[in-house]
Every structure is written in C-alpha cells, then in structure tokens.
C-alpha cells in the first residue's frame, strides 16, 4: 500500500498501525506499506522513519518538495513494483477512507477485478460530514468526468484503490501527469481503455479530523481541463 503524506503529523503513526493490522489479517502472505512523504515541515516524515524501525512492514520514501499528489503515487506505484508487489493499494493518510475497508477493496481484487475503487456514489457508499456545497462539487466533478470520458464509473475522483500488478504494468503510468483529482481520473480511464474489469464497492468518506485541508481551486480547476483532453486531446 503506498500512503502519501503531507504535514499528516497528528495521523502517520496512528493511520499506520491501523493499516498494518487490517492487512496483517488480510494479506497473510505479506504486504508492505511505503509512506511517501514531501519533506513535510511538521515531521510527518520523521515519525514514518522511527516506524520503519519498529515494522519491517513500514518504508518511507522521502522526497525534496511538496510536488502533488500525483507525482508521490508514482514514485510509489515503481517502488512497490520494483519490490514485487502483486496488489498496489492507495489510500488517503488522514483517515477519510476507513482503513478498514483495505479488506474488501483487496477481497475484490482477488476474485474477480483488475481494478477496485471505494466509491461515494455507488448503493451504500456516500460521504459522512462534507457541506452541501463540497458534495455538490464532487458529485458534479464525477458526472462531468464520466459523461465526458464516455464511462459507467460512477466514483472517478476517489483516491481509495486497489490496482493488481497487471493494471500498473500496462498503463504505462509513469507518463501520467495530472497531480490532482484528475489523476486518479487518469489512471481508471487508462485501465478501462486497456480492457481491465473495473469494480466499485461502497465506501463512506469522512471528512479528516486532524491536520490541514490541502484541498485547492487550482486542482479542481486542473480536473475541469485535463478531463476533456484525456477524451480527445493527444498527450
Ligand atoms: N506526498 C504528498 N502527499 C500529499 C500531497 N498533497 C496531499 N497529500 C496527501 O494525500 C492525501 C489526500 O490528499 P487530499 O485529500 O487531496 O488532500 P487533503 O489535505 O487530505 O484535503 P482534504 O481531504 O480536503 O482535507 C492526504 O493524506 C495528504 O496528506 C503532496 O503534494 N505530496
Ligand atoms: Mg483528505
């Protein structure tokens, strides 16, 4: 599982050890979680180190500056592959996406798709505590990229997944350039123009509770832009 990370102090260590143990039952066979932190100031990337010391299952990849979330899953996505990884899992680090649900998400991926994405907007999933307006913005921002993109994914823009190897190696993701929400618009689009079987399952989001939105108009506009160029531009 790769975990980004920007000035997530007040969550590393706790969202870390919550996820160890729902994959310690989950994936008996082994699995890793890389933290990809940006330099955060606050030391988000210091106490990911002294938990690498205490978890073998725990790695840090520590990069120069705050460049997106983007460009961090990459880094991770060729690090996990490099490491062997058959499943590649993305999560939030500030407890929006329930760790918990890494079971389902990667039960899902075992048995019968390629891809699986928590989803908002699928029976049973929604979001908890967002404004009207934020849900608004969201629920448009997916019909908009699925309409657009010309697909049946109701959630585009969740950054809750489960890639198998496959999907990774085929995509060629390492030429994905979108940092933002549209990135994780890039990737599903990519997997399901490549014949992979794309599965949601219901998740509810949550609103974090400790440290600092990094939310931006600027990558919500970088969606509105990127979206029509991924159907019909050349990149
Ligand atoms: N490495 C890295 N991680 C990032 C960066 N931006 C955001 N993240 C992390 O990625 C996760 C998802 O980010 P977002 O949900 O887009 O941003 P957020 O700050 O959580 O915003 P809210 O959900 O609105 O509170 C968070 O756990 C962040 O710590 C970045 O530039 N680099
Ligand atoms: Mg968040």
Redesign the pocket.
Same mark, same amino acid.
């Given at each position: 599982m790769v975990l980004?990370?920007?000035?997530?102090a007040d969550n590393v260590q706790a969202i870390l050890t919550r996820a160890g143990e729902v994959l310690a039952a989950a994936a008996p066979e082994g699995f890793r979680i890389l933290v990809?932190?940006?330099g955060s100031p606050d030391g988000t990337g210091d106490i990911a180190d002294s938990m690498a010391g205490e978890h073998d299952w725990v790695r840090v990849l520590h $990069?120069t500056e /705050?460049?997106? =979330?983007g460009p961090?899953y990459l880094a991770g996505f060729a690090h996990a592959l490099g490491e062997g990884a058959g499943y590649v899992m993305e999560m939030? %680090?500030?407890f %929006?996406h329930d760790p918990a649900d890494l079971a389902r998400l990667l039960e899902r991926a075992r048995t019968d798709a390629d891809l699986v994405l928590g989803s908002r907007y699928v029976p049973g999933g929604g979001v908890s505590d967002w404004g009207r307006l934020r849900q608004l913005i969201s629920e448009w921002g997916s019909t908009y990229a699925r309409v657009v993109l010309g697909l049946k994914v109701r959630d585009l823009t969740g @950054?809750f997944k489960c890639f198998r190897r496959e999907v990774l190696e085929a995509i060629d993701f390492q030429t994905v350039r979108s940092r @933002?929400y549209a990135f994780q618009v890039e990737l599903t689009y990519r997997a399901v123009q490549a014949g992979f079987r794309v599965a949601e399952v219901p998740i509810v989001f949550r609103? $974090?509770e400790k440290g600092? %939105? /990094?939310?931006s108009w600027r =990558?919500a506009a970088e969606a509105m832009w990127l979206v029509p160029l991924l159907r019909f531009g050349r990149r």
């Open positions: 980004p990370t920007y000035n997530e990809v932190d940006d $990069r /705050k460049a997106g =979330i961090a939030d %680090s500030d %929006s @950054g @933002g609103e $974090r600092q %939105s /990094k939310m =990558i």
